[in-house]
C-alpha cells in the first residue's frame, strides 16, 4: 500500500522558509515563538487571570526568560504588575504567626520548597512546545525531495536539536542526511573560524543560539566543581543586588577561563565539549577568539570523530536526552539514530556543576556571617538575596536564629518592593501620569531581580 505524504501545513511552511536563513532553523523558530510569546504576554495576556495564576505557580520567569522579557519587551508596566503578583503570593509565606518571634521548627523547610517554582516557566514551556511542532514536522517531511534540498543548502541542526532528532529518524537516509549536514557544516565553520563571527557560528552549531535550547541544570548530587579545579574563597560584598550572584558568577566565570587554560592539556577529556550553551556564550565574552578558537576546533575534532568511529559511547546522562525526547513527543525511537545520538550527547555541563558548587559555598558563607551575635545581620547592612539564593541559604541553615535572620531581611525588602511595585502601577494610569517618579521608577526591574537573580 502507497505510503500517504505528510500534509503540508503552515507550520511545514514556516520550516521549508526558515531553512533558507542562517543558524538552526529549530532554534530559530524556537526563540521567534518565544519573542512572540512575550510580546502576546505584554500587550494583551497579562491581565488574563489564568496567565498570571501560571505565573505566581511558576515564581515568574526562569532567569534567562525574566531578563529577555524585561530588556527586549521592555514593559514597565507588565513587568510590575507580574511581578507584584508573585511577590503577593510569597509575601504571606515569609510571615510568621508572631512578628516577633522565629518561625516554628521545620516550617523553613517548607518554606524553601515553596520559594522555588510550583510550575514550568511559561517561556520554557513555550520554547519546548514549539521545539516539538517543528522538530517533528522536519522529520516528518524528510523524505520530501523539496525539504532535502532545502536541508543540504541550509545551516542544518545544532548539536542539541540534532541529538534530540537523530533517536527518532526513520531510515538510514535521514540519519545520513542529518548526521552529514552536521560534520560538513561544524568542519568548515571549525577550519576557517579565524574571527569572531565565524567563531560565534562554530559555537551556535555546538551548543545551540542563546536561549534557543533549554537549558538543564546538575541535580544537587552531581553538584560538584570538577577536581582539576578547586573553587577559590568566595569573596562576598554588600552591595544593592544579591549577595551571591556576583559571588557565584564571579566563580563560574574564574572556572570558565581556568578550564580554556588547561581545554589544550586536556586528550579526549576536553572539558568545554560539554558546555550548556549559557556557560559556552559566556565564555565567548570573557575571553578572545584567538584563544577560545583553538579549544571550540578541538570540541569539533572530538565530536567528528565519535559521529565517524563506531565507539561504545554511552552517557549516564543519556537518559535524560531520551526523557526529554519522550516530553517533547518527537515520534517513536530507533535504535541506529539513539546510538548515534548518544556519542555526541552532552554529558552534565562541567561549569555548571562549579557554578552550583559555587552557590552552596557562597550560602555557607553568608550563613556563617549571620550565625552568632544579634547584631551580625545589621553590621553586614542585611543579607539580601534574590529568592532562588535565599531558597538554597535556607536549605543550609544550621539553626531557627539563622533561617529567622534570612527571612526577616527578605520580608522587609520585598514588602517594601511590594509596594513600589503598586505606587508604579498607579503611576502608569493615566489620572496620576503628572505626578513624579520616585524611588519606584527602577522597581520593575528590581523585581526581575529579586525573583530571578542578577542579570
Known sequence: MRQQRPSRHTTFHEVLDVLQQEGCPICRLGVRAVSRHLDVLSYEGVNDPGGRAELRRARGFCHGHAWQFANEVRDGLGTAIIYRDVLGALLPLLRPRSMGAPRPRGRAGALERRLLPQADCPACRTLAGASRRYLDTLLSHLSDADVRRRYRSSDGLCRPHLVLALPHVRGRTGLDLLTGAFRERVGALASRSTSAETGSALVEALVGKPLGVPRTMPSPEAAQAPEHLPPADLQ??????????????????????????????????????????????????????????????????????????????????????????????????????????????????????????????????????????????????????????????????????????????????????????????????????????????????????EMAGEE
Open 236 to 449: 562576598l560584598e554588600p552591595g544593592a543586588g544579591c549577595l551571591m550572584c556576583r559571588a557565584v558568577q564571579a566563580e563560574a566565570d574564574r572556572w570558565l577561563v581556568g578550564a580554556l587554560a588547561a581545554a589544550g592539556q586536556a586528550p579526549e577529556g576536553e572539558p568545554l565539549v560539554d558546555l550548556c550553551g549559557a556557560h559556552a556564550w559566556r565564555l565567548m565574552e570573557l575571553a578572545p577568539w584567538s584563544q577560545t578558537g583553538p579549544a571550540w576546533q578541538r570540541v569539533t575534532r572530538t565530536l567528528l570523530h565519535r559521529l565517524t568511529e563506531p565507539q561504545d559511547i554511552e552517557p549516564a546522562e543519556q537518559g535524560v536526552w531520551r526523557e526529554l525526547g519522550v516530553f517533547l513527543g518527537i515520534r517513536r525511537p530507533s535504535s541506529e539514530g539513539e546510538t548515534l545520538a548518544a556519542r555526541i550527547a552532552q554529558r552534565v555541563c562541567p561549569a555548571c556543576r562549579a557554578e552550583a558548587a559555587a552557590a552552596a559555598a557562597a550560602a555557607k558563607s553568608v550563613l556563617a556571617s549571620i550565625t552568632g551575635s544579634e547584631g551580625a545581620l545589621e553590621a553586614m547592612h542585611g543579607v539580601r538575596l534574590c529568592r532562588p539564593h535565599l531558597a538554597l541559604a535556607l536549605s543550609l541553615a544550621p539553626d531557627e536564629a539563622a533561617e529567622w535572620r534570612l527571612i526577616r531581611s527578605a520580608l522587609g525588602r520585598w514588602q517594601a518592593l511590594h509596594a513600589e511595585l503598586g505606587e508604579y502601577i498607579r503611576k502608569q494610569d493615566y489620572r496620576f501620569r503628572h505626578e513624579p517618579y520616585g524611588a519606584e521608577v527602577d522597581a520593575p526591574w528590581r523585581a526581575v531581580a
